[in-house]
């Protein structure tokens, strides 16, 4: 059964960047048939599309968080990480990776979430 | 930027009533739509992929329809474990979540 885990800070400071890892187990991050990607939620509030990646390294982001946002993927650990720079109280939320598969354009394995707080 | 919005916004319901959630969407999407459960504290589930497909393991009460720019999910008889927040999701392109809809018990 597919797995995965999201890791990180649950508190960073304003201004500073926010790093998140998400572990998969039970299958394998370099398949062709997906993408892995990185959802939030503010508290009381609805889903936000942060972007995605490819086992290549093929990326595609919110255009909305494009230029604070970086998704990276590492292969031989079977994860992929995200980095969120110059970050404000906005950006407090639950934090979910997820895996997009290609044949359904759908989100169909999640993980648990992570909340993340931004105060000083 | 495609634009995803729902109605209600919430609802309240009783077992074993006919629930219909609507979502839109600002440009035509075809049928690159899916909708998600979310149980408070929880990550969402998917239910129906591709506006109409039920995923695995998802009880046959529910049931999505539509394409273009209109589409519906449907749960033909609520049961306790459905209380939850909806959304919809579009795939077409940049992928954007409706606001969601609250079902909740009358």
């Known amino acids: 059964q597919l797995q995965l885990q999201e890791s990180g800070p649950g508190l960073v400071k304003p201004s500073e960047t926010l790093s998140l890892t998400c572990t998969v187990s039970g299958g394998s991050i370099s398949s062709s048939s997906y993408y892995w990607g990185w959802i939030r939620q503010p508290p009381g509030k609805g889903l936000e599309w942060i972007g995605s990646?490819?086992?290549?390294?093929?990326?595609y982001y919110n255009p909305s968080l494009k230029s604070r946002v970086t998704i990276s993927v590492d292969t031989s650990k079977n994860q992929f990480s995200l980095k969120l720079s110059s970050v404000t109280a906005a950006d407090t939320a639950v934090y979910y990776c997820?895996?997009?598969?290609?044949?359904?354009?759908?989100?169909?394995?999640w993980g648990q979430g992570t909340l993340v707080t931004v105060s000083s | 930027d495609i634009q995803m919005t729902q109605s209600p916004s919430s609802l309240s319901a009783s077992v074993g009533d006919r629930v219909t959630i609507t979502c839109r969407a600002s440009?035509?999407?075809?049928?690159?739509l899916n909708w998600y459960q979310q149980k408070p504290g929880k990550a969402p589930k998917l239910l129906i992929y591709a506006a109409s497909s039920l995923q695995s393991g998802v009880p046959s009460r529910f049931s999505g329809s539509g394409s273009g720019t209109d589409f519906t999910l449907t749960i033909s008889s609520l049961q306790p474990e459905d209380f939850a927040t909806y959304y919809c999701?579009?795939?077409?392109?940049?992928?954007?979540f409706g606001p969601g809809t609250k079902v909740d018990i009358k």
């Open positions: 990646i490819y086992y290549s390294g093929s990326t």
């Open positions: 997820a895996r997009r598969d290609l044949t359904i354009a759908a989100l169909d394995y």
């Open positions: 999701q579009q795939s077409y392109s940049t992928p954007g």
């Open positions: 440009q035509s999407i075809s049928s690159y």
